[in-house]
């Protein structure tokens, strides 16, 4: 969902058409700017991406007429889809869910809208027009703020109902409240299955590298006993695996100098020989990771042999056969494996040669 920077402005990840009725649609940063008047995307969050590097697309405010839902006959396959009316020509965007449509959707309408000042706000040589005479159908017309559209080179001039509906003028401007939850989202499709212990949470996020400091985007896993990150979701191999046991804090970066300073949304994690600086792609996203990288770090300290019990408990083979942990002893209704890894054996048989009620459970 989007998420208000240091800058006041909005931000997020969107998938955007490529070209209008292609189909293919691109995954962009978006950053609309009320200041500057314009909508920008990019490749990545601008921090992360090369000195000087600028935006892929840009779209004045005051070309977009219109903001809305797109219907099903629109784009009848693609969920949580909006688009822009802008001149003549329409974007069409996808959110990650609906919290995000909805939040985007109001966010560009608001900061699209045109209005004129109200009769307290104008300036004082107004004052001169109206001592002069005016028809009687003037004086009786009441002043109403309007909304001025430029629709196919037209500019067209629509009222608005200052008492509901399409006002909102007592909130304030830039302070966004609408938009105070956010969550990052990468779409799964071509993702890897999964491996080993279930995952309790995965996502992408920005680490910044050990040596060279640089930036970059990786795919990040979190399970029972360690954390590891990817190049891309589709990878099956780690760039590297953080051990849970290891981990000594994990907290939000509130402590910032130099390339941290202006990063949002940074949290690090501490571990015994390295911390790690991780950039989410938003608030609530950043907090997400601190609680359940804390819960499993507290979960391991509690209960590590359970954990570690359960871990390999999964390795054993399919079709009923379970791992006899020691030659000669009592398998408890276990059958012997010819896969049976000797290390695993050894650690089975060191923590519990015969876990209670498994046996039972294997010889029914």
Same mark, same amino acid.
């Given at each position: ?12 990840? +969107?998938?955007? @058409? @490529? ?39 840009? +779209? ?32 069409? +965007? ?32 107004? @004052? ?108 099956? @191999?780690? +760039? ?125």
């Amino acid at each position: 969902m989007p998420y208000v920077d240091r800058q006041n402005r909005i931000c997020g990840f +969107l998938d955007i @058409e @490529e070209h209008e009725n292609s189909g293919k649609f691109l995954r962009r940063y978006f950053i609309l700017d009320t200041q500057a008047n314009c909508l920008l995307w990019y490749m990545d969050n601008p921090q992360n991406l090369a000195m000087g590097a600028g935006a892929v697309g840009s +779209l004045q405010l005051t070309y977009i007429s219109k903001v809305s839902i797109a219907t099903p006959k629109q784009k009848p396959k693609t969920p949580f889809c909006f688009v822009i009316n802008a001149l003549s020509q329409r974007y069409f +965007l996808q959110a990650n869910d609906q919290k995000d449509l909805k939040d985007w959707v109001e966010a560009l309408n608001q900061a699209s809208k045109i209005t004129v000042p109200k009769v307290g706000s104008l300036p004082l040589t107004t @004052e001169v027009i109206k001592s002069l005479p005016a028809p009687p159908a003037l004086e009786k017309k009441p002043q109403v703020a309007y909304k001025t559209e430029i629709i196919g080179g037209v500019v067209v001039h629509t009222p608005i109902n200052q008492n509901g509906g399409d006002g909102q003028e007592g909130s304030e401007p830039g302070s966004h409240a609408i938009l105070r939850r956010s969550q990052s989202y990468i779409p799964t499709t071509g993702s890897r299955v999964p491996s080993g212990p279930p995952l309790i949470k995965s996502g992408y996020c920005v680490k910044q590298g050990n040596v060279r400091k640089s930036w970059k985007r990786r795919f990040f896993v979190l399970d029972d006993f360690t954390i590891s990150y990817f190049k891309c979701e589709q990878d099956r @191999e780690p +760039l590297r695996t953080i051990f849970l046991k290891d981990v000594l804090k994990t907290h939000e970066c509130l402590v910032k100098s130099g390339d941290l300073l202006m990063r949002d949304n940074l949290f690090e994690i501490i571990t015994s020989s390295r911390t790690f600086y991780i950039q989410a792609d938003s608030p609530e996203d950043m907090h997400s990771w601190i609680k359940e990288i804390g819960a499993a770090v507290q979960a391991l300290k509690c209960h590590p042999r359970i954990h570690f019990f359960d871990s390999l408990w999964k390795l054993r083979p399919l079709g009923g056969a379970q791992l006899c942990p020691v030659q000669g002893a009592a398998t408890c209704g276990r059958e012997k494996s010819p896969l049976q890894s000797p290390l695993c054996g050894f650690l089975l048989a060191t923590l519990d040669p015969c876990p209670p009620g498994r046996g039972q459970a294997a010889s029914s």
